[in-house]
């Protein structure tokens, strides 16, 4: 799930209807359809370096890096609460650069 957030391509059934996205850039974005507008307008990385994922429950965790055609970097944290134990639908996003 991290990788598609960075890289802007999540599957829409991945969100509950009313997922909450905490990110450091905007006011929280709420919605499912209000989500995936703004990660289609995320910019495209070259690459993604997964460091760390955890989960437990409903909540799960991930943190690397993205590197950009133009050779920038950035560091990501995204932290999720799925609907359920079985963390296949995001109901809020809490991510960090």
């Not at 991930?62 to 990501?76: H, M």
Request: contains cysteine; glycine residues 8%; proline residues 5%.
């Amino acid at each position: 799930m991290a990788v598609a957030m960075e890289c802007g391509d999540a599957e829409p059934s991945a969100f509950s209807e009313d997922v909450i996205w905490e990110n450091p850039s905007t006011e929280p974005i709420s919605g499912k359809s209000a989500v995936l507008k703004h990660l289609g307008n995320r910019p495209r990385p070259s690459s993604v370096t997964v460091q760390h994922a955890i989960s437990h429950g409903k909540v799960g965790a991930a943190s690397g890096e993205v590197i950009f055609a133009n050779g920038q970097t950035r560091r990501f944290c995204h932290v999720f609460d799925f609907t359920s134990a079985k963390a296949n639908c995001v109901a809020v996003v809490r991510s960090y650069s």
